[in-house]
């Protein structure tokens, strides 16, 4: 790419094209040496006022002033600055300054130190400039060929002012009478004493100018046999702009002034250097290059992607502005032959590859960002900080970029988000439209299929493969040829870590140099995309995007703005869902066809279900441009009926969950999960435990305690944490082993002393006889007001195990008394009257409030449940337990109850739920046997 202007340089000098033009090597120039001597007698000194320079802003004086005359554009500067601090005598304590010795000369006017009203000359007492040359972007491969003079400037000390000028020249060799000038206008809240910038010229000189609205600025001035602009600086500050404002409105204040009449005469003058650079003798390695493409294709598209190919691939890209600045291209020869070249170089050489090849094209300039703001600016050079080559074949222009990558037939048509382009001809060019069309093949196709064979509230193993296909996918061919064990490893840490949980098993890279296609392939095991919602496990179809244009256009002076789209890209999403085979009637609840038009962005899709395979597949093309804001109202519109379309995967009602199959059948089903977990952990880095703690959390959901009692223990002694004891504290209760899940639940209290940590102990100390140690815990807490319900039930439990309900009761109305309102208060209440069958006679209107103001009211409806079952109303108890687990299927403690209560009822059935409920939680049998819930 061709350099950028850098503006913090603007302080300093003239804001100076940038397109990346260079010459090739040459004698070195007078410029190299700084120069010393008074100001030009068209400058206008600034005065510092001894008062003013006391107090405001340590900025005193910051004056640009430009030259056109002739040909060279002279840009003088003029700073004062007051050294207020040590940290400022860092900042300024040594000047540099920098200019292109081959355009011209630095001449230093200046170097100043006003000090308790005396004034100290520093150049007068011998000071002098160091000079080196500054390549600060060469591991960016620029070398941008200036001269950087630098002073530590003597005796300066905090409370002075250092005052600096000096004068730039440029005579710039490729535009040979033409000049021009770009010259940033700061604006508020930017603070300065005195701030502005003139440029003049002579009146028989042709000069146009022209600069923002923003700006105000008036005609020139004519005076003595001149003209001149003078702007006083800070502007008003720049208005608020949407984010989504087109570039031109954002952008930032810069007043233009060149001798080129239209767009027509800069093109012409830029033309003959590149002409001229893009020659090639018959017998040259051009040529040949040339005739090698020719004789492998007739097809004049082919030829065109190969030789961009060949200048994308074989050259290298090198920004050398040495010895003749941004403007002269390297010829095409030496390009080859050096095998490096930057933006004109590479361009000037496709230029050279194509006409060898008869193939109509030329080099154009164009503007790497925004570019939309072109037509509005004064034509300058300036203005463009890249070049590419248009191609014209069979009456269709295509757009080349030698410093892009991957350009091949499929991807050549795409027209990159420049807007404009100036072609440089000899007859002189218009600004010529980059109209954009739909990208010609994909950015990205990403695939994802998903295994749910061992059941859908279990994890599915996934293969996921990223397609990247032209300059998106360049990147791959270093990343393939380097891809080494560790790298990989990386990638799939990353990749688990941004999708919420699941493991990684393997990762792949690879590159088709030939197609220019990087792949990624990612496999392992990710949680289920199934959800419990009113009665029935869905997945929602994510196969399309979300439907995202929240334009603003609110405010009345933002109303008459447009909105910018994004582009151009192409990417194409497919999904399929492997069900299991035993499973059948699954509902598929949504259009099978999608198609929507809206800001610029076309979405087309198809999804289906058949036998037990869930397919969806989903095209997004965007294209650069704006939406003109009379056209926002229907362009909402069309979002929001786009983000109406509503589609899901529906499970049939009779769904066999994971905790309904005996251990044989789910050990055979969830093998092939437990081997890619196993996979997982092998291919993870030595300190990644992400696939073993995923593996213990599965070994855990499919009631395998023992197994994750032994990657848990991993866990604790290689990746130890409060989380990590308090989960290994829940397995060893599951087990049997009270007193070692209190010890590692006192462990986990030790190291993050959480009130929620510490209320678990107590009551399990409590469960255990320890109910002093218990009590003892608890009224050492710090209890805030959202602790509070939970410490009530707590402190109920630990009192009513001890034999003292009255106290519980007692703290338990208390805290209702207090939040009346509160579901999780009032549910501890109802639940501690149902275990402990006391205090029945009230409890079922505090059961019947908790229920009324939770949010997930299946706690509180197996609490009511509990207390229905002490009154012996079990009608009542099982209708509350079905409601209860058909909002949460999984809570064994419903499980256990309505066990109970069918058991109590009769129903000999009501043994599978006390068997379902002890799969999941074998604690449950010595609890509830202990609050006398009889299940024998």
């Not at 059948?665 to 696939?691: N, S």
């Not at 009346?820 to 639940?831: E, F, I, R, V």
Request: glycine share 8%; hydrophobic share 40%.
């Amino acid at each position: 790419m061709i350099d950028q202007l850098n503006l913090s340089k603007l302080r300093l000098a003239a804001l100076t094209s940038s397109v990346c033009l260079y010459a090739i090597a040459a004698p070195a120039f007078a410029g190299e040496e700084v120069l010393y001597g008074e100001a030009s007698e068209w400058v206008e000194p600034a005065s510092l006022e001894a008062e003013a320079a006391s107090e405001g802003p340590a900025a005193l004086i910051m004056d640009w002033q430009h030259r056109l005359e002739d040909g060279v554009v002279t840009s003088y500067s003029d700073t004062a600055t007051r050294i207020d601090n040590p940290q400022a005598l860092m900042e300024h304590g040594t000047i540099s300054l920098s200019w292109l010795p081959d355009k011209g000369d630095l001449t230093i006017h200046r170097v100043e130190i006003q000090r308790a009203g005396e004034s100290i000359d520093v150049i007068g007492q011998g000071a002098e400039f160091d000079v080196i040359r500054r390549e600060q972007g060469l591991e960016q491969r620029l070398l941008d060929g200036q001269l950087t003079a630098t002073l530590a400037v003597p005796g300066l000390q905090v409370g002075d002012i250092l005052r600096v000028t000096h004068s730039v020249t440029i005579d710039d060799q490729a535009l040979g009478d033409e000049m021009q000038v770009l010259q940033y206008l700061w604006t508020e809240p930017w603070q300065v004493g005195f701030a502005r910038t003139i440029v003049s010229w002579p009146e028989d000189e042709q000069i146009y100018w022209r600069a923002e609205d923003h700006a105000a600025l008036g005609d020139p001035v004519s005076k003595d046999g001149e003209k001149r602009i003078e702007v006083t600086l800070p502007l008003a500050e720049m208005p608020e702009m949407p984010y989504d404002a087109p570039s031109r409105f954002k952008r930032a204040p810069v007043l233009r002034v060149g001798t080129y009449a239209d767009w027509q005469e800069l093109s012409r003058t830029m033309e003959p250097h590149f002409t001229k650079a893009a020659q090639v003798e018959p017998g040259s390695e051009i040529a040949a290059q040339a005739r090698a493409i020719m004789a492998k294709t007739d097809d004049p598209l082919r030829r065109a992607a190969l030789a961009t190919q060949l200048v994308q691939d074989e050259v290298s890209y090198l920004l050398n502005g040495l010895d003749g600045g941004n403007y002269l291209p390297q010829d095409a020869d030496l390009t080859w032959e050096k095998r490096y070249g930057d933006c004109k170089a590479k361009s000037v050489l496709l230029h050279a590859l194509l006409s060898e090849m008869g193939i109509q094209s030329q080099t154009v300039l164009v503007k790497s960002r925004g570019g939309d703001a072109i037509p509005e600016l004064l034509p300058v050079p300036g203005n463009f900080d890249h070049m590419i080559v248009r191609a014209t074949i069979d009456g269709k222009d295509y757009w080349l970029d030698g410093t892009s990558a991957a350009t091949r037939v499929s991807n050549m048509a795409a027209v990159p988000p420049f807007y404009y382009a100036l072609p440089l001809t000899a007859e002189g060019n218009d600004l010529v439209e980059m109209t954009q069309r739909d990208q010609p093949s994909p950015t990205m196709v990403m695939s994802v299929v998903s295994d749910y064979s061992a059941g859908i509230d279990l994890p599915a193993l996934f293969t996921l493969e990223m397609q990247f296909y032209g300059p998106q996918g360049a990147g791959f061919r270093k990343m393939a040829d380097e891809a080494d064990e560790d790298s990989l490893r990386q990638v799939a840490k990353s990749f688990a870590s941004n999708n919420g949980g699941g493991a990684v098993s393997a990762v792949s890279l690879e590159y088709d140099e030939e197609e220019a296609v990087g792949t990624l392939i990612v496999t392992g095991i990710a949680n289920s995309d199934f959800e419990w919602k009113q009665g029935r496990l869905v997945v929602d179809s994510d196969v399309a995007p979300n439907a995202a244009f929240n334009a603003n256009r609110a405010k009345p002076e933002w109303r008459d703005i447009p909105v910018a789209t994004n582009g151009p890209m192409r990417n194409r999403i497919i999904g399929e869902l492997i069900l299991p085979d035993d499973m059948t009637g699954f509902v598929y609840e949504g259009a099978e066809k999608l198609e929507a038009n809206y800001a610029n962005t076309r979405i087309s899709g198809l999804s289906g279900l058949e036998g037990n395979r869930f397919s969806g597949e989903v095209e997004i093309i965007q294209n650069l441009g704006e939406i003109a804001p009379d056209q926002l109202p229907e362009v909402k519109r069309a979002v929001r009926r786009y983000a109406s379309e509503e589609s899901r995967l529906v499970a049939p009602e009779d769904v066999v969950w994971r905790w309904e199959l005996d251990r044989k059948e789910l050990d055979k089903r969830v093998a092939p999960i437990i081997a890619e977990y196993g996979k997982a952990i092998e291919f993870a880095e030595e300190d990644d435990y992400t696939p073993l703690t995923a593996r213990a959390g599965f070994f855990h959901d499919i009631y395998r305690f023992e197994d994750a009692l032994a990657d848990v223990d991993v866990l604790v002694e290689k990746n130890t944490s409060a989380d990590v004891l308090q989960w290994r504290a829940g397995i060893l209760y599951s087990l049997g082993r009270a007193d070692d899940a209190i010890a590692d639940l006192q462990s986990a209290y030790d190291i993050e002393p959480e009130n929620w940590t510490a209320m678990q102990l107590a009551e399990l100390m409590a469960y255990e006889g320890r109910y002093d140690e218990a009590l003892e815990l608890l009224e050492s807490l710090p209890i805030s007001d959202d602790d509070s319900s939970g410490y009530a039930g707590t402190y109920a439990t630990v009192m009513g195990l001890k034999g003292d309900t009255a106290a519980a009761l007692a703290a338990l109305a208390e805290e209702t008394a207090d939040k009346p309102q509160d579901a999780d208060g009032l549910n501890a209440d109802c639940w501690f009257r149902g275990l402990f069958n006391t205090g029945l006679e009230g409890a079922l209107d505090v059961c019947t409030r908790a229920i009324e103001r939770a949010n997930n009211s299946a706690p509180m409806l197996d609490s009511r449940a509990m207390v229905y079952y002490r009154m012996g109303n079990y009608d009542a108890a099982l209708a509350d337990l079905d409601s209860a687990l058909e909002l949460s299927p999984g809570l064994s403690a419903s499980h256990y109850l309505r066990g109970a209560v069918r058991l109590a009822m009769g129903d000999k059935g009501g043994r599978k739920d006390i068997d379902i409920a002890l799969r999941i939680s074998p604690e449950l049998k010595a609890r509830y046997d202990l609050h006398e819930v009889k299940v024998d």
